[in-house]
């Protein structure tokens, strides 16, 4: 593996947006650049120096976006969220988007009959794809009836869809996952995923992702449960061309 999905991730932002404030919550991690704020989930792992995000305040965008390719995953979060700062800005992602479905909503009669896997965790996954063939959910640490991740080796390549959390980005496993998934259908969703068309070359089909659209106070963006992000901003999904 290299670098090269990363590269042209951080590739199209501007060397003159300043990053004005990061918070590290326990759910999400938030940068803000002017009005502009991503999201991304916080990352888990605090194996290497942890960051300080006091002092990444006053770098330009482009420069904290590079901490995607840390290491250690709380700093790797800090720069999945300065690229959807960028990448999801609402005005963009009003224009291309086919609408604010929710992604499993979206292909769930599509999955009837078929093999699923869903990469993360996700609430009312066994109720959305109750007509799928077999579901298969990959954890990094498994629950009752999940698998773990490792066997994303064996089960992804014989699947029809294929749904992967966008923190996958941030514990670098994004490029492999998807080299794996490509028999099928891959939809990569969360608030966590860019709305960057790089992705498809790699082969994603589908974004599924989230625009911050309310700025008020980013520390309390980045405290609040996975289900109330919406509350702050729109879904957005984008489909190869």
Known sequence: ?????????????????IVDEVVIGPTWTAVRSGVQVGISATGEGTFRPSPDAAG???????????????WNFQEAGIGLAA???????????????????DSFLA????????????????PNLKRVFADAAELS?????????????????YLLPEQDYVFITGSALVNKTMPRLLELSGNAVTVLLGPSVPCAEV????????????????????CEMAQISKASIFEWGRRYRVRRG
């Open 1 to 17: 593996m290299t670098w090269e999905l990363y590269d042209q991730l951080t590739a199209p932002l501007p060397g003159d947006w």
């Open 56 to 70: 990444l305040t006053g770098r330009t965008l482009r420069e904290v976006a590079g901490l995607v390719k840390s």
């Open 83 to 101: 690229i959807n700062a960028w990448h999801n800005r609402p005005e963009r992602t009003r224009e291309i988007s086919e609408g604010d479905t």
């Open 107 to 122: 292909h769930a009669a599509a999955c009837k009959g078929r093999q699923v896997a869903v990469v993360g965790g996700f």
């Open 137 to 153: 959910v990959l954890e990094r640490i498994p629950g009752m009836g999940e698998y773990p991740d490792p066997a994303c080796e």
């Open 199 to 218: 992705l498809f070359q790699y082969g994603a089909d589908e974004l599924g992702g989230f625009s911050a659209e309310k700025c008020r106070d980013i």
